[in-house]
């Protein structure tokens, strides 16, 4: 079954049209790929930019938080069915840790961004001055 491939399909590696097919790995390419920001880029962020996912996610964990402790409240407050209380006692809880869980990576995110910040300014300086006396 495999020798019916057409002749077209096969690829000699020596032949230009492969090379061009394969992606380059020089350091230019590898640092436009990747996800983190480039060094060399130095447009300034604000603020909003910069925390917005931990600011995100604290909101989305508050309100799971918040949806828990109500959900809670009700499981202790209101007298329902049996099989109602047992599902609202389990669920309750759950919703509470997950949103307090989520709070929690939110505030923890905050200064691992800003010790980033500070480590990606001295990274911008060493580089200035590197190029300052390199060109002299």
């Known amino acids: 079954m495999m020798e019916a491939l057409p002749k077209v399909l096969e690829v000699d590696e020596k032949s230009p049209e492969s090379k061009d097919l394969l992606p380059s790995q020089t350091a230019s390419s590898l640092c436009i790929s990747s996800r983190s920001e480039s060094v060399w880029t130095t447009t300034p962020r604000s603020n909003w930019e910069i925390y917005r996912k931990p600011i995100v996610i604290m ?7 918040l949806f828990g402790v109500a959900i809670t409240c009700l499981a202790y407050t209101l ?4 099989i109602k209380l047992k599902v609202l006692k389990m669920i ?7 949103g307090l869980m989520m709070m929690v990576c939110g505030l923890v995110w905050v200064p691992i961004i800003k010790k980033k910040q500070k480590q990606r300014q001295k990274s911008m300086f060493f580089q200035t001055l590197k190029s300052f006396f390199l060109n002299r």
């Open 79 to 82: 007298n329902l069915g049996e």
């Open 59 to 65: 909101s989305v964990g508050g309100a799971i938080l």
């Open 92 to 98: 309750g809880p759950a919703f509470l840790s997950l």
